[in-house]
């Protein structure tokens, strides 16, 4: 069975044979077997649309309760909770959910690989913050809905999308781990695994440290931040891989020479940056804090804000911004409006 970018890729080429005989004045038969070519293709990219693995793509995830198949000393049982996941742990990327939606929704899932859980009053007793799939804290009263992902969360999220589409839909060979230390259990899992990437790892390593720069650079990967950006405008360095990986152990981190960790100062940029009409994808480039990190050593911080609040107001701004590719084309921009 064809896929839908194939179909959507096919209904495309149609459209444009179509087209092209309408402008040559094509004979009235074919134009209309093209017409026909075009609308079967259509009505194909339909039914596939209204599938139900299709679906749930498109759909959120049920914030709801479902079926988890829980697997101790060899018996299953049945246990209708809730999906909450741990504040700070992996970064969940939707392409892999999507993945795992057509491996499920076509029967080629693993059910053997198991889904790791912990209950979510257990977790929260530890003093860690827990979150419902659409992103909103748990608190106490209502824990006992919940169990919080620690291994898994794609494949869960992907149950969670299908489960909008069927509502048969059952989690199957979890196991519960009501761990003390989550930080290191996924540290361990981390370990293991050898897919995780620095963004990865410096998400879990929001739970492992107390260092609320680590905490900080934590939560701007999971708004879309890249680690070494990230770590620039909160400490004016990058973190080295020991810094990291004493981060990840719990350990004190013992940061490069002449870092400074501001918060205050950070945002702030972050904010302006906003303000001024650019996204997340373009200020996690590291040449705009660089930039501005240059300026303000040349001048001082109340100048560079300055420019930097008014900077959206440049005639063009968003095709300048965008030319910008490097620290110095971002302090001429920075020039200009001061």
């Known amino acids: 069975m064809k896929n839908l970018k194939e179909v959507q890729a096919e209904v495309k080429k149609e459209e444009s044979v179509l087209n092209q005989l309408v402008k040559r004045g094509a004979n009235a038969e074919v134009i209309e077997a093209q017409q026909r070519s075009v609308a079967k293709v259509k009505g194909e990219l339909e039914e596939i649309k209204n599938t139900p693995t299709e679906k749930a793509i498109q759909s959120a995830a049920t914030a709801g309760f479902m079926t988890f198949n829980v697997v101790k000393d060899g018996e299953i049982s049945k246990e209708s909770k809730k999906i909450a996941f741990v504040k700070h742990n992996r970064p969940i990327d939707m392409k892999r959910v999507d993945k795992f939606i057509h491996l499920i929704g076509n029967n080629k899932y693993e059910k053997a690989y198991p ?160 303000v001024a009409g650019m996204e997340v994808n373009l200020i996690t480039k590291h040449y705009y804090i660089d930039g501005f990190n240059s300026y303000a050593t040349s001048t001082n911080d109340d100048t560079a804000f300055g420019a930097l609040k008014g900077i959206g107001k440049l005639k063009d701004f968003q095709k300048k911004i965008k030319a910008v590719k490097n620290g110095d084309d971002f302090i001429k921009l920075l020039k200009e409006v001061a």
């Open 115 to 274: 889904i790791i859980v912990a209950e979510a009053e257990k977790i929260l007793e530890y003093s860690y913050t827990v979150v419902d799939v659409k992103g909103q804290e748990i608190n106490r009263e209502e824990a006992k809905e919940y169990y919080v992902i620690l291994d898994g969360q794609h494949r869960g999220m992907a149950f969670a999308k299908l489960a909008t589409a069927d509502k048969d839909i059952e989690i199957p060979n979890v196991h519960i781990r009501n761990e003390e230390n989550i930080g290191e259990y996924l540290v361990d899992i981390n370990d293991a695994a050898k897919s995780w990437d620095s963004k990865d790892k410096y998400a879990v390593a929001g739970l492992t440290s107390k260092e609320e720069a680590i905490q900080t650079i934590s939560e701007k990967i999971g708004e879309g931040f890249n680690p070494s950006t990230a770590a620039i405008i909160y400490l004016g360095k990058k973190i080295s891989s020991n810094c990291l990986n004493q981060a990840l152990k719990g350990e004190d981190v013992k940061y490069p020479k002449g870092t400074s960790f501001n918060k205050e100062r950070g945002d702030k940029f972050i904010t302006l940056c906003k």
